[in-house]
């Protein structure tokens, strides 16, 4: 069976978290993104796992669905039929490790995917004696990494650890401020249990593929959404068998005929992609760093280094290397953004949500729309501006300011040499 699954978000439990981040909510705008596995996030927090064990009920092949679903207040989603069927979940978490290690504080975030509530409960109680979960949807506990898989590995042996967003400056397997430089420095002994990591929205596959020592992992790409309508910007697409069990091993196989590709961000349109300031107005780029000698020439202080630096330090291939045994992947936009630069507006205005919603009206879903609808039939909407941001995004025609420290990049889907020709493609969807 052929699906998308993304493995990563939180619920409204999170720190800076949209209040609409319920599993309700969740199913509704999975249905539209052409989702059909989405995480729960967050169940080691207690109110949130009460709610889920409350909400959903097991499938039998170690996935859940809803019980029932409560109808949406957002007008938009109310004009979509939805039912506990179209949308299944998978337990999972994510946790922030912060501890000494070798000399300097660690800060690493780790994601934790789960078969069943039995084993929740029992890694919560353990966990629960060494730090306050009660705090947040993602909680920070001061243990080891390494002890942590220990601990996953005795209590659920069929748990999966993965690294998150390894390549984040702040909280992160690699990461430039509190990483390390090889896995095995991290989780020593219990490195072999470790089989997949998350790119993360600044860093794409091939960016990855420049380590050697990556090689032998499955690369995951996941939204780490905090708002309903951001689930699905990074993802996965598999043609498995639809089961907890079937979704571990085309990880763990990384055959392309059952892991077909992941979905991604643009690299540069990432928070962390490259060096800077962002109350400096400074960008650079690695090589620009290290003319600068890693120091801001605005403020003095040092610069916020970014995930290309990061790798370009670690790497042991040049730019465009391909590894053996690699799955495929897709540079996406989100459909609001695209809409948003073909229109001239704000990705998240109602002018920009009503042309959104017709879209999926007319074609199923926003999967399908950005990697599979024909550019003629997206010309039939009377939207050719948009219809050719979609075509570019596919043919990778894209100019990106990087982002950098915190700030997301910024996307030109339009510039000078399609100006004419969209100006002639007005929208007269109105």
């Avoid at 879903?365 to 039939?377: A, F, V, Y």
């Amino acid at each position: 069976m052929k699906f998308v699954a993304d493995l990563h978000i939180h619920s409204k439990y999170s720190r800076a978290t949209s209040r609409d981040m319920t599993l309700d909510s969740l199913a509704h705008w999975a249905k539209l993104k052409g989702i059909s596995l989405m995480a729960t996030g967050d169940f080691t927090h207690p109110e949130w796992l009460f709610l889920a064990k409350e909400k959903l009920i097991p499938q039998g092949n170690g996935f859940f669905k809803l019980m029932n679903l409560i109808p949406p207040d957002n007008e938009y989603l109310q004009s979509f039929s939805v039912s506990p069927d179209d949308v299944s979940f998978i337990l999972s978490t994510e946790i922030s490790f912060i501890y000494s290690k070798n000399g300097r504080v660690r800060k690493i975030h780790i994601l934790l995917l789960a078969p069943d509530f039995e084993s929740i409960e029992k890694i919560n109680t353990r966990l629960s004696g060494i730090g306050n979960l009660r705090s947040d949807g993602r909680p920070i506990l001061g243990l080891d990494a390494r002890d942590f898989v220990k601990i996953v590995t005795h209590i659920c042996p069929r748990c999966v650890v993965i690294p998150a967003h390894i390549w984040t400056p702040w909280f992160s397997l690699f990461g430039a401020n509190s990483g390390f430089d090889v896995i095995e420095e991290c989780f020593e002994e219990m490195t072999p249990q470790i089989f997949a990591l998350e790119t993360g929205l600044s860093s794409d596959p091939a960016m990855n593929w420049r380590l050697s020592q990556l090689d032998k992992y499955a690369l995951i790409s996941n939204s780490d959404a905090h708002s309903p309508s951001r689930i699905g910007r990074e993802a996965n697409v598999f043609d498995t068998d639809f089961s907890y069990s079937g979704l571990v091993q085309a990880i763990k196989r990384k055959d392309p005929e059952e892991f077909l590709y992941t979905i991604e961000f643009f690299p540069e349109e990432g928070k962390y992609h490259y060096d800077g300031h962002r109350n400096c107005g400074v960008v650079f780029s690695p090589e620009e760093t290290i003319q600068h000698k890693g120091i801001c020439p605005q403020c003095g202080k040092k610069l916020t280094i970014g995930v290309m630096h990061r790798i370009t330090e670690l790497a042991d291939r040049e730019p465009g290397a391909i590894p053996p045994m690699r799955v495929p992947y897709k540079n996406l936009i989100p459909l609001n953004e695209i809409i948003a630069q073909a229109i001239g507006k704000t990705a998240g205005c109602k002018s920009v949500w009503d042309i959104y919603f017709r879209y999926i009206h007319e074609f199923g879903d926003e999967h399908t729309i950005l990697t599979e609808i024909p550019i003629s039939q997206l010309m039939r909407m009377n939207s050719g501006r948009i219809a050719q941001g979609i075509e570019r995004m596919r043919q990778g025609h894209v100019k990106i300011i990087p982002g950098h420290d915190g700030t997301y990049g910024i996307i030109d889907l339009f510039d000078e040499d399609t100006a004419e020709s969209a100006d002639a493609c007005q929208l007269k969807l109105f």
